[in-house]
């Protein structure tokens, strides 16, 4: 059987990478539609060496569609996603627009795939340095459970959109060049800098993203009792984020037996070569499926805590690749009805 699958922001940073996937994947597409916003309406992209019309998203747009791969933004989906539904689609939705709503499951596949059997036409894709957390946190919390979290993120311009990826390269040759940076999609220049992340700011001192760590994670672990805190960084580096998480257990975990679990956990490659002090890298995951997972650790400071060093490719596992996953296990389950 295959399906007539919608992408919602074809033309962004996540909506190519997830056309690439589609294709790579071999997904059991019956029909593509690629939809943007006018501006980008009568221009094309290559999906299986065919050239591809992109739409403007309409009321239209979603007849006779299956499943849609919601990813331009959280004011496009909180407009588009019900019209879809409404129409008998099941949207995955990247955006944060509808994460925390009760209603909605949100879903790392190795994670809680169970999550996905209840949804009512929508499943959100959680923030993508939450979805590469959990990958390396939840076959640790399987064995014991995690009492505390500390996190510290260095992300990449990706999650900016294709646009702040670009920016970071014009503002990279310009200093070279020996001129002034100039910042229009990020706040300031990053290149050869980083700054705390541009999300909107909130009244508890936290950024927005440094509270989707939080509560996304405690959702997606079905467990509100893990206290987590998060500081996130912007840092000049293209499309992988880099995170070092410090977990704190109820008992000592012996990091040989963490280093044993995630060798084999799914969707995690260990990368630690201790004498060459040789550790994951943003380049090394950049264009990967896999989060890498190393520098994996006693922490001094504490007899119950593990730290731990991660990075993962954001518009692969962090947005386009999980959403195709999610996709592929609605298939899978047969839980596309709503
Ligand atoms: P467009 O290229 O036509 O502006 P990114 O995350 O890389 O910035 O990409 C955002 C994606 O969301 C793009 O595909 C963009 O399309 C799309 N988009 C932005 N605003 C809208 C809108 N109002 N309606 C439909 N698509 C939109």
Same mark, same amino acid.
């Given at each position: 059987?295959?399906y007539?699958?919608?992408i919602?922001?074809?033309?962004?940073?996540?909506g190519?990478?997830l056309?690439?996937?589609?294709?790579s994947? !071999?997904f059991?597409?019956?029909?593509?539609?690629?939809?943007?916003?006018?501006?980008?309406?009568?221009?094309?992209?290559?999906?299986?060496?065919?050239?591809?019309?992109?739409?403007?998203?309409?009321?239209?747009?979603?007849?006779?569609?299956?499943i849609v791969?919601?990813?331009?933004?959280?004011?496009?989906?909180?407009r588009?996603?019900? #019209?879809?539904?409404?129409?008998g689609?099941?949207?995955?939705?990247?955006?944060?627009?509808?994460?925390?709503? $009760?209603?909605?499951?949100?879903?790392?596949?190795? #994670?809680?795939?169970?999550?996905?059997?209840?949804?009512?036409?929508?499943?959100?894709?959680? !923030?993508?340095?939450?979805?590469?957390?959990?990958?390396?946190?939840w076959?640790l919390?399987?064995?014991?459970?995690?009492?505390?979290?500390?996190?510290?993120?260095?992300?990449?311009?990706?999650?900016?959109?294709?646009?702040?990826?670009?920016?970071?390269?014009?503002?990279?040759?310009?200093?070279l060049?020996?001129?002034?940076p100039?910042?229009?999609v990020?706040?300031?220049?990053?290149?050869?800098?980083?700054f705390p992340?541009?999300?909107?700011?909130t009244?508890?001192?936290?950024?927005?993203?440094e509270?989707?760590?939080?509560?996304?994670?405690r959702k997606?672990?079905?467990?509100?009792?893990?206290?987590?805190?998060?500081?996130? #960084?912007?840092v000049?580096?293209?499309?992988?984020?880099?995170?070092?998480i410090?977990l704190?257990f109820?008992?000592p975990?012996?990091?040989?037996?963490?280093?044993?679990?995630?060798?084999?956990?799914?969707?995690?490659?260990?990368?630690?070569?201790?004498?060459a002090n040789?550790?994951?890298?943003?380049?090394?995951?950049?264009?990967?499926?896999?989060?890498l997972?190393?520098?994996?650790?006693?922490?001094?400071?504490?007899p119950?805590?593990?730290?731990?060093?991660?990075?993962?490719?954001?518009?692969?596992?962090?947005?386009?690749?999980?959403?195709? $996953?999610?996709?592929?296990?609605l298939?899978?389950?047969?839980?596309?009805?709503?």
């Amino acid at each position: 059987k295959s399906y007539r699958v919608a992408i919602l922001g074809a033309t962004g940073a996540v909506g190519t990478e997830l056309l690439e996937l589609l294709e790579s994947r !071999n997904f059991p597409i019956a029909d593509l539609k690629l939809l943007a916003s006018q501006r980008s309406a009568g221009k094309t992209l290559k999906f299986k060496g065919e050239n591809l019309l992109i739409e403007a998203v309409s009321d239209r747009s979603f007849e006779n569609v299956d499943i849609v791969l919601a990813s331009a933004g959280g004011g496009t989906s909180k407009r588009w996603a019900g #019209v879809a539904v409404e129409k008998g689609a099941v949207v995955i939705d990247n955006s944060s627009a509808f994460r925390m709503n $009760q209603e909605v499951p949100l879903v790392v596949p190795e #994670v809680n795939p169970q999550a996905a059997a209840s949804h009512k036409g929508i499943i959100a894709n959680p !923030n993508c340095t939450t979805i590469l957390m959990t990958l390396a946190v939840w076959p640790l919390h399987q064995v014991k459970a995690v009492k505390r979290i500390v996190a510290a993120t260095y992300q990449s311009a990706s999650g900016a959109g294709a646009k702040a990826m670009e920016e970071v390269k014009t503002q990279t040759s310009a200093i070279l060049q020996g001129q002034s940076p100039v910042a229009e999609v990020l706040p300031y220049p990053l290149a050869f800098n980083l700054f705390p992340h541009n999300s909107p700011m909130t009244d508890v001192g936290y950024c927005e993203e440094e509270l989707k760590m939080v509560n996304e994670t405690r959702k997606i672990f079905g467990s509100q009792e893990i206290r987590i805190t998060a500081t996130c #960084v912007r840092v000049p580096v293209l499309r992988a984020h880099s995170e070092a998480i410090n977990l704190e257990f109820e008992t000592p975990f012996d990091p040989d037996e963490a280093r044993a679990i995630l060798s084999h956990s799914p969707g995690v490659k260990l990368v630690e070569d201790w004498q060459a002090n040789y550790f994951p890298m943003p380049i090394e995951a950049s264009g990967r499926d896999e989060v890498l997972v190393g520098r994996i650790r006693q922490d001094i400071s504490h007899p119950c805590g593990l730290e731990l060093w991660l990075c993962g490719d954001q518009i692969r596992k962090g947005a386009a690749l999980n959403a195709v $996953q999610i996709a592929e296990l609605l298939i899978e389950k047969n839980w596309l009805s709503h």
